[in-house]
């Protein structure tokens, strides 16, 4: 594991405990603008990567999902695992994910990017865990992240950008296809 990748893991599972004390109206605020341009299906699989203690997870409750949440933080983890026990939560790099290749519907990154060196080959992995058609959803801080930079890396991968969109907090939002080869 790299610097800056250990740094990450050892900050978040130093900070678990507050963690959903102190993002849970940022990240949901997050979801409610970005979910409604989602139709979502019975018996999907959806990977929250970065996903932490689970907060995607309140969101999509009433939806018969099977959700898998992967995160470098195992202290964020346990937390979640403690919340939502129907969940797979995999302590796992998101440059190197431990899920075979299509086996999403759906794949989110919310406010994962700013953590990362390169955010490339993170989304390289996200391409090649989503089935043909599938989704994935990307949000980045506007302070570190532009539109453009976002839609470049996603094209370069071969995602299909549907929409664009700063949120109303703090984000940039990307909704993109994964595109038929």
């Not at 999509?60 to 026990?85: A, F, P, R, T, W």
């Not at 700013?114 to 390289?124: A, I, V």
């Not at 470049?152 to 703090?170: A, G, H, N, P, Y």
């Amino acid at each position: 594991m790299n610097t800056k990748k250990f740094e990450v893991a050892r900050r978040y599972n130093e900070t678990a405990d507050a963690y959903d004390k102190r993002y849970t109206k940022i990240q949901h605020t997050k979801f409610r603008e970005v979910l409604p341009e989602l139709d979502f299906q019975k018996h999907e699989i959806i990977v929250d990567i970065g996903g932490g203690t689970g907060l995607l997870i309140d969101f999509l409750k009433d939806i018969e999902q099977n959700i898998i949440v992967c995160d470098l933080s195992y202290e964020m983890l346990k937390i979640g695992k403690n919340k939502h026990k129907r969940c797979h939560f995999i302590c796992a790099d998101s440059e190197s994910l431990p899920l075979r290749q299509s086996c999403s519907q759906k794949t989110f990154y919310f406010s994962v990017l700013q953590n990362l060196e390169e955010s490339d080959q993170t989304l390289r992995e996200g391409f090649r865990i989503l089935q043909n058609n599938g989704y994935i959803v990307v949000t980045a801080l506007t302070k570190i992240f532009e539109e453009e930079k976002l839609k470049q890396i996603l094209e370069k991968i071969e995602f299909k950008i549907k929409k664009i969109w700063v949120l109303s907090i703090e984000d940039i939002a990307v909704l993109a296809k994964k595109k038929k080869k």
